[in-house]
């Protein structure tokens, strides 16, 4: 296990641009690299901040490695994600719907070729389309294999010989 080293100079400057912080994530950050620099225990200092003490490790490394900017900086991605607007989206769904009001069989293979020609990005999965059709109020519809109302095959059998029978 590797201790990196934060000196109280650091914790001084560190305790300096927690007063500037206005956002509770970065400051709680900024507080468990400064207690580590104040001689605390990556332990004593999970106890305080309710982070792991593995994380605690991980935070004073960000912080010898990349600095005070590297605490402050944010890693989530956007969260908006969307490649169509809920307008775009409406018509590009609308040709598939005028096949399934035609009879026609839809696949999700071939919602999602069409929507990667419209989107012009191609998936990795189809759990894209399928969370995109789920979005727009589409639901999954498979033909049943036989039909519910169907005999059995002994039924079946039976009637075949009564029908032979009567045309005779």
Partial sequence: MTMYKISA????????????????????????????????????IAAITKYNSNYVGELCKLYVTAGLEGLKADG???GNNRNMND????EFLEQFEEEAKK???????DIAKAYDEATGKERESQSTVYY????????LVSPKRQHPGKASDEEIEASKKLTLKSRK
């Fill in 9 to 44: 100079e650091d914790a001084r400057k560190i305790r300096k641009e927690m007063k500037r912080t206005e956002k509770a994530g970065i400051y709680k950050k900024l507080q468990a690299v400064a207690l580590r620099g104040e001689g605390l225990t990556n332990d004593e």
């Fill in 87 to 90: 307008a775009e989206a409406a």
């Fill in 103 to 109: 009879g026609q069989i839809i696949t999700v293979a």
């Fill in 76 to 78: 989530r991605k956007g």
């Fill in 132 to 139: 995109f059709l789920h979005k727009h109020g589409w639901r």
